[in-house]
């Protein structure tokens, strides 16, 4: 069996589930949901995250981000069209690519960054995202190179009944993945520029560098140096001195 008819099949299976044409539209409504209030803030002129010090690595980018004038508010109004276009079905698909190259931006971009706003959220849109383009894949899949035009079975998906079964398999993936997103990954950073300067040296509180923690978290926020260059400094750092009696 061919790639492409493999595909058509198994699409063809999730599109009679009643259970995943919801999450469907409970993607789409996120997805949009998430783009809507910043495009706004950008399309009115607004910082994003103004709470942000200019100092933290991320606001830097915004910082430097919101002083680009006309640019700026096009990327809001990107945002917007992306978000809208999502919430209608017959251009849920445009939307969705429209969409897809700046969240995979956001998401690199936070990880990049280890920013604790979007650390957890930007790959779950990511996913969210992918999960649109694929329930809409029949309307792309044409421009895929191995794609072969399917033989019809002479119904449609509007004649065929929709399964009311649970796909309890496929949400278990779903929770497993939204765990690994917001437990797992955020874990692999022992070290994170945090939001502001408190929150960043209480990191160290329980740890044996205490002293080259405070200079990292100064270095960031007080400093505003690059979270690469800071980070080298702290690796640098000897551990805390034990005083003994």
């Given at each position: 069996?061919?790639?492409?008819?493999?595909?058509?099949?198994?699409?063809?299976?999730?599109?009679?589930?009643?259970?995943?044409?919801?999450?469907?539209?409970?993607?789409?409504?996120?997805?949009?949901?998430?783009?809507?209030?910043?495009?706004?803030?950008?399309i009115?002129?607004?910082?994003f995250?103004?709470?942000?010090s200019?100092?933290?690595?991320?606001?830097?980018?915004?910082?430097?981000?919101?002083?680009?004038?006309?640019?700026?508010?096009?990327?809001?109004?990107?945002?917007?069209?992306?978000?809208?276009?999502?919430?209608?079905?017959?251009?849920?698909?445009?939307?969705?690519?429209?969409?897809?190259?700046?969240?995979?931006?956001?998401?690199?971009?936070?990880?990049?960054?280890?920013?604790?706003?979007?650390?957890?959220?930007?790959?779950?849109?990511?996913?969210?995202?992918?999960?649109?383009?694929?329930?809409?894949?029949?309307?792309?899949?044409?421009?895929?190179?191995?794609?072969?035009?399917?033989?019809?079975?002479?119904?449609?998906?509007?004649?065929?009944?929709?399964?009311?079964?649970?796909?309890?398999?496929?949400?278990?993936?779903?929770?497993?993945?939204?765990?690994?997103?917001?437990?797992v990954?955020?874990?692999?950073?022992?070290?994170?520029?945090?939001?502001?300067?408190?929150?960043c040296?209480?990191?160290?509180?329980?740890?044996?560098?205490?002293?080259?923690?405070?200079?990292?978290?100064?270095?960031?926020?007080?400093?505003?140096?690059?979270?690469?260059?800071?980070?080298?400094?702290?690796?640098?750092?000897?551990?805390?001195?034990?005083?003994?009696?």
């Amino acid at each position: 069996m061919s790639i492409s008819s493999t595909l058509d099949r198994l699409h063809s299976q999730a599109k009679q589930n009643r259970w995943l044409r919801y999450f469907a539209v409970f993607n789409s409504l996120a997805l949009a949901a998430g783009f809507i209030p910043s495009g706004i803030v950008k399309i009115m002129g607004e910082r994003f995250a103004s709470g942000l010090s200019a100092n933290h690595p991320m606001g830097h980018y915004l910082e430097a981000l919101h002083l680009t004038g006309y640019y700026y508010t096009f990327i809001g109004v990107v945002q917007i069209t992306a978000a809208l276009l999502l919430l209608i079905p017959r251009t849920a698909t445009l939307g969705a690519f429209l969409y897809f190259p700046i969240i995979l931006n956001i998401c690199i971009l936070t990880y990049a960054l280890r920013f604790d706003g979007s650390l957890f959220t930007a790959p779950l849109m990511v996913l969210a995202n992918l999960y649109v383009l694929g329930w809409n894949y029949e309307k792309w899949k044409y421009i895929l190179p191995f794609n072969r035009p399917a033989i019809s079975d002479g119904l449609t998906e509007k004649q065929k009944s929709l399964s009311n079964k649970f796909p309890t398999l496929f949400f278990a993936g779903v929770f497993a993945a939204v765990i690994v997103f917001v437990v797992v990954v955020p874990s692999l950073y022992s070290i994170k520029p945090r939001n502001t300067l408190p929150q960043c040296i209480k990191q160290f509180k329980d740890s044996n560098r205490t002293k080259a923690g405070a200079d990292f978290c100064n270095c960031i926020h007080q400093s505003g140096e690059p979270l690469d260059k800071c980070l080298d400094e702290y690796k640098k750092g000897s551990d805390d001195t034990i005083r003994t009696p």
